[in-house]
């Protein structure tokens, strides 16, 4: 019986055709755009439902060969899925507002919703020439005030929850921007957008309540294992950075209340020599506002100087430790010592509640510190003394009290050597729990402490609120209403949304506060609450609230009436498969599984996890180093696509490698991948039967190669292994050739088969070229829309297999076996071998592996 096509017509037939790029991109391009044919607009369409998204890009200029490879490695997917009978939602975007835009726009003296708007319509003409197969119905860009208002309507959510507020604290600092960052923002102690180096700065500023769901965003990275790379789990976990210990309370001389310090070793309180405060604390403010007058000017420059360290320096272990002594004293709760307190740089106000109790013996930093200006340092910790077995005798020296320790097993003393004892061993010098290993320690005095009212068990994080308030232009603006009678006044929701005022006019320039103010009639409003005079907040939000949830914007991009259809977010969402860059690991992968959560929780949507599963794809360098104008190794997008064409650019990126490793472009070959697209072309173009030929009547041998190619290429593409599918693809198509050029010929049902099959699969890497080929085939487009084939069980069985004989390892004979041979029948074989037996000749054989029905090694002395 006939194979059935949907559409089949008779083959076109040219006349010394030959294969042109340019061509074929600008014959296919306009019928794409009349057909559309991955529209999901359809509401009848039942097929199941499959949610595709690539990582939308920043407007800036035009795409360049990043681009390329996420969006061929993305396209790969979309495409496959369609095969399998899915309908796939697979929608493009950009993330428009922010610091880039408006930075160039600034260098520029233009206004950057015009810069913006140009480089988008730059960007969305290239990407329709690149052919990604994006349903260009669902289109957004977040600086549209359709898209900015909704925003605004998360804000208002958040607020009204409890989970936005505003308040004054320290925060990062860019100096070249001019404007706070989240710690997220902060890489290396630098900008991560302009590379300058970070300061503090005390601001009141808007925050995301996002410390409540710490504990939800790190337990639920576990749904995520095996779907999610394992370097980005390890990224969130590490960020997120969850400690358990305990808050323990420490009075201190002339201060009412009590200071709470947070450690992981509440077991090393004995050993508690000196207190430290964070500098830049609202704490160590209060400390020196009494203190002599000679000490406050010492403590005054030193919190300027440390004003100007990052925190990455601030956090170095190899630093030279600094600090001043504020003459004040803690008592510490367990003992009633009194130690004295200081401030020093290597405490971060954010840590905790800004102050630790220093242990120098069995903490490295405080060691440094305790040597630096000679502090006592106790140990408390034996590290010599196992924790396991019975619990060992500790004696003491009755008037130093030091231990007194067996010969054998001699305790260097920290303040001596330098290094502190970090290491697991039992509690000495540390009263009724002396003898404790280190997790009983912890234990029980953490229940000591809650007994006595002077603790408790505490969890503390390195997460710290997301900081989202920018003084910045291009961005949302904060819809909030300052009023001197009612305080933070909520902009009606009626009332959204809050529209950026025209840019002319405006001073653009970084310079510390937002250029917003200078709009007065924007600004200047009356309250909602009480009819008075008022003011607009004029931050502007961090654009990483966008793209926080723009994924679901992207299942009704142009209802006025809501941000999101819950309707569709059942149908489509949670999104199926996820690409891009690990840069964005930890900033835009935390902030969408936070809001997500929050929208949850809100009774918005079913699910608490925005992406299934995720593709990190690698950078594309050249002569080992990352593109640029600089180096002197750009290379141009639009050139490559320029002299070898759409497709040729996006097999290469397939065929590189993995996606997650990178590309260098001087060691791959787009010459090499037209040539091979050619010589596809080719096949299709000489097939001369016709498209109801019986395929089971063709030649088995070719049969046997494409149906192993059916078989084999979905498992392959659901491991992302592109590369190989690609390989796979060429040994198809040398196959074909090589029966067209001889036999059994172009007319062979099998060439046909194969043809048709190269033209499917060949879909996913390079369209056009796929879609030429289907044409001459004889059928309607798209080929991106017909069913993968199903393989022949029968044609997957192997005739035979060729059985390699070794001799100690160098190969000396093969022969064509049965698969099935068993492993005594394939060791005679390889005995009988002729070339086998002169190669042993007098030798004792001395082992024999076998290894049915593929390979006979056998091992010889003599």
Known sequence: MAHEHDSATTPVREAGAHYDFAEIQNKWLPIWDELKPFSTADPGDKRPRKYVLDMFPYPSGDLHMGHAEAYALGDVIARYWRHQGFNVLHPIGWDSFGLPAENAAIKRGLDPAGWTNDN?????????????????DRVLQTSDPGYYRWNQWLFLQLHEKGLAYRKASQVNWCPFDQTV???????NGRCERCDNLVTKKKLTQWYFRITDYADRLLDDLNQLEGAWPSKVLSMQRNWIGRSTGADVQFTIDGRDEPVT?????PDTLYGATFMVVAPDSDLAAELVADVRPEVRPRFDQYLEAVRGTTEMDRLSTDREKTGVFLERHAVNALTGERIPIWAADYVLSDYGHGAIMAVPAHDQRD???????????RIVVDTTQPVTGAIPIIHTDPVTGEPILP??????????????????GRLINSGPFDGLSKSNAIRRVTEALQGSGLGAPAKNYRLRDWLISRQRYWGTPIPIIHCEQCGEVPVPESELPVLLPPAEGLDLRPKGTSPLGGASDWVNVACPNCGGPAERDTDTMDTFVDSSWYFLRFLNPNDPTQAFDPKEAEKWAPVDQYIGGVTHAILHLLYARFITKVLFDLGSISFTEPFTALLNQGMVQMDGSAMSKSRGNLVKLSEQLDEHGVDAVRLTMSFAGPPEDDIDWADVSPAGSAKFLARAWRVAHDVTSSPD?????????????????????PGLVEAFKFNVVVARLMELVNATRKAIDGAPGAGDAAVREAAEVTAMALNLFAPYTAEDMWQK?????SVALVPWRKADPILLIEEAVTAVFQVDGKVRDRLEVSPKISTDELEALARSSEAVARSVGDREIVNVIVRAPRLVNIATRG
């Open 261 to 265: 310090v947070y450690t992981t070793r």
């Open 367 to 377: 060691l440094d510190f305790a040597r630096a200006f000679d502090l006592p340092v």
């Open 181 to 187: 960052l989240a710690n997220e923002q902060v890489v």
């Open 407 to 424: 010969e054998d097993a001699p305790l260097e003393n920290p303040s001596e050597t330098g290094v502190a004892l970090t290491g697991e």
């Open 693 to 713: 030929v019986v395929w089971k009547t063709g030649d088995p041998a070719l049969r046997r190669v494409t149906h192993r190619f059916l078989a084999d290429a």
């Open 777 to 781: 085939l004889g059928y309607e487009p």
């Open 120 to 136: 988008i319509a730059q960007q969305k003409s290239s990407m329709r020439r690149y052919a990604p197969s994006f349903d260009w």
